[in-house]
């Protein structure tokens, strides 16, 4: 079965870290670029994030810039989010997905899709 599978979520206090995975069940992620969207209770999900297929390009929106860092290892087929300085602003259920595109190429579509992992940040 071609899935992805996210880990990494819990509850953190405001100022904290979290490490959040990516990783490729049944197929290679090395030729997807990969995005992480996030979506609050009560929003709209919302793309915060994307990396080419070789790493060599990543995106982020102002919301997390200088905060979050978006990295791969395809080698463990794992894409990873490191979430830095969290704000309560930040909760919400994490997803990832991937896109058959060696780059983050906004005029295409997302062929998977995981189930994503919940962010909690509170004191």
């Known amino acids: 079965q071609l899935q992805l599978v996210e880990s990494g979520g819990g509850l953190v206090q405001p100022g904290g870290s979290l490490r959040l995975s990516c990783a490729g069940s049944?197929?290679?992620?090395?030729?997807?670029?990969i995005a992480w969207f996030r979506q609050a209770p009560g929003k709209e999900r919302e793309e915060f994030s994307c990396i080419s297929s070789n790493g060599a390009s990543t995106t982020y929106e102002d919301s997390v810039k200088g905060r979050f860092t978006i990295s791969r290892d395809n080698g463990k087929n794992t894409v990873y989010l490191q979430m830095n300085t969290l704000e309560v602003e930040d909760t919400a259920v994490y997803l990832c997905a991937a896109k058959a595109s060696l780059w983050c190429n906004p005029d295409m579509g997302y062929d998977f899709w995981g189930q994503g992992t919940q962010v909690t940040v509170s004191s």
């Open positions: 049944g197929f290679t992620l090395s030729f997807y670029s």
